[in-house]
């Protein structure tokens, strides 16, 4: 099992060009090893473009990121990202995909065995010879996982791959990839619209207001490591997550009513927390 990546982020503030409006202001944020943190906040508040600097696909205009002590400035194996789209290579087959980054890292002598454990650890073994194009989103999604996996990375990105798929397929999602992030002590940094989401899979949830982003809460998740969202505990952390995020930023996202759990995310897309990418 990994140890999971601790990562360190000091004094970020970003523009995208040098007399440009500040798009972050001094973020300062510190994830343990292991450690499942979401962040949200509502579109325009840069909760992406800071997932987009941890990964090291973009350079902060000023201020530093440390993964394990190492100084951020590109992207690297040992932490991977996950976007909204899948992006599989639809003509190959889910096993070749899954193996991609192994291929790139001359690492192909140990293909076959590695896709057959990654594609177990999503559920997806029987698939391993079907084309991606062939697949449902859900699917898709989950082949793009093991595939993110593959090259044993200390810390999984997120941002909102779930946020395209039904509420059943979404749930199942949110459930087997926290379940696989603590299985193998991997760091899960993931962007979410959905205070239900972050309940559900996170440990630690950032809260980010706008213009400029900035962190306005840092609140524990105080959840068993394995939840069931019609507990009354997740319910009860949802309310209080839901009740901070309204104070701390101002605008209300509307109750989440639990028995109607697509209505609540019909609500929260009509604006009161958009769910496009910041």
């Not at 065995?113 to 177990?120: D, F, G, I, N, S």
């Not at 559900?200 to 213009?211: K, T």
Request: glycine share 8%; hydrophobic share 40%.
């Amino acid at each position: 099992m990994l140890s999971g990546a601790h990562i360190l982020i000091e004094n970020i503030t970003h523009r995208y060009r040098a007399k440009g409006d500040v798009v972050l202001d001094d973020i300062n944020v510190e994830i343990q090893p292991g450690e499942a943190l979401a962040i949200i906040g509502r579109s325009g508040c840069g909760k992406s473009t800071l997932l987009h600097l941890i990964s090291g696909l973009m350079k902060p205009y000023e201020g530093q990121i440390w993964i394990d002590g190492l100084h951020i400035h590109e992207p690297n194996p040992k932490w991977v990202m996950m976007f909204q789209q899948p992006s599989l290579f639809p003509w190959m087959t889910v096993k070749d995909n899954v193996t991609l980054g192994l291929r790139f890292a001359g690492r192909m002598h140990d293909a076959e065995h590695k896709a057959q454990e990654l594609l177990e650890l999503v559920h997806m073994p029987e698939f391993a010879n079907t084309n991606a194009q062939d697949l449902s989103g859900g699917q898709q999604q989950r082949v793009a996982l093991a595939r993110s996996l593959a090259t044993s990375p200390e810390a999984l990105l997120l941002d909102e791959p779930f946020s395209a798929l039904d509420a059943f397929t979404r749930a199942s999602l949110q459930r087997d990839v926290r379940a696989i992030a603590k299985d193998l002590g991997i760091t899960l940094v993931f962007v979410t619209h959905d205070i239900d989401e972050a309940v559900l899979m996170a440990d630690r949830a950032l809260i980010m207001s706008a213009n400029p982003g900035r962190v306005r809460g840092d609140i524990t998740i105080d959840l068993p490591n394995v939840r069931d969202r019609n507990a009354p505990e997740v319910k009860g952390e949802k309310d209080r997550l839901m009740h901070i995020f309204e104070e701390t930023v101002g605008q209300s996202i509307g109750e989440a009513s639990e028995e109607n759990a697509d209505q609540a995310d019909t609500e929260i897309d009509r604006g009161k927390m958009t769910s496009s990418a910041a």
